[in-house]
């Protein structure tokens, strides 16, 4: 079974850049069935997709959020992260990672429980 | 971007009834449609894939249905874990954009 586990500052002053990694367990990140990806989640603007990256270096990213963000993967460690900077309030959300098929119809078949980061100086 | 509309925004129903939910999509996206289900504090469960196809391990009280614009997840005998928060989401085109999500309450 799957597990994708996210981790990071919960507090992240404004202008700063956020850095988050999600554990990969169960499974390898090399698998090229998969890219993985991030999400944000907040009451107001729902479930935002921030972009996701394959092993073989396939990237994509929102292009809302696409000036400000980054996205690796590191195959030793089984992990890949995201790093958003310049960050402000409006970016305080949870934010999931998940795995999504890339064969078919794209489904996101495993999600981390998210972490919750806050933007407050 | 393509914009994922589902309503109701929010439903209360009892245990055993039937309930559908559905999602609109601002333009065609063919099959291109997965529905998840999460709970408080929890992350969000696959559903159904690609419109219709139930995930291993679902009740087959989920249905989906649907195709292009207009999608809907029926679920025939609701049961008391099934009071959640509903999420549909294309993906067709980048960025796989989701629903506002329907909340199932009990009454």
């Known amino acids: 079974q799957l597990h994708l586990q996210e981790s990071g500052p919960g507090l992240v002053k404004p202008s700063e850049t956020l850095s988050l990694t999600c554990a990969v367990s169960?499974?390898?990140?090399?698998?090229?069935?998969?890219?993985w990806v991030w999400i944000r989640q907040t009451p107001g603007k729902g479930l935002e997709w921030i972009g996701y990256i394959s092993v073989s270096g396939t990237i994509d990213y929102n292009p809302s959020l696409k000036s400000r963000v980054t996205l690796s993967v590191d195959r030793s460690k089984n992990n890949f992260s995201l790093k958003l900077s310049s960050m402000t309030a409006a970016d305080t959300a949870v934010y999931h990672c998940?795995?999504?098929?890339?064969?078919?119809?794209?489904?996101?078949?495993?999600w981390g429980q998210g972490i919750l980061v806050t933007v407050s100086s | 971007d393509i914009q994922m509309t589902q309503s109701p925004s929010s439903l209360s129903a009892f245990v055993g009834d039937r309930v559908a939910l559905t999602c609109r999509a601002s333009q065609s996206i063919g099959s291109y449609l997965n529905w998840y289900q999460q709970k408080p504090g929890q992350a969000p469960k696959l559903l159904i894939s690609a419109a219709s196809s139930l995930q291993d391990g679902v009740p087959s009280r989920f249905r989906g249905s649907g195709s292009g614009t207009d999608f809907t997840l029926t679920i025939s005998s609701l049961q008391p874990e099934d009071f959640a928060t509903y999420y549909c989401q294309q993906s067709y085109r980048t960025p796989y954009t989701f629903g506002q999500g329907t909340i199932l309450e009990i009454k």
């Open positions: 169960g499974g390898s990140i090399s698998d090229s069935s998969y890219y």
């Open positions: 998940a795995r999504l098929y890339s064969v078919g119809y794209y489904p996101l078949d495993y």
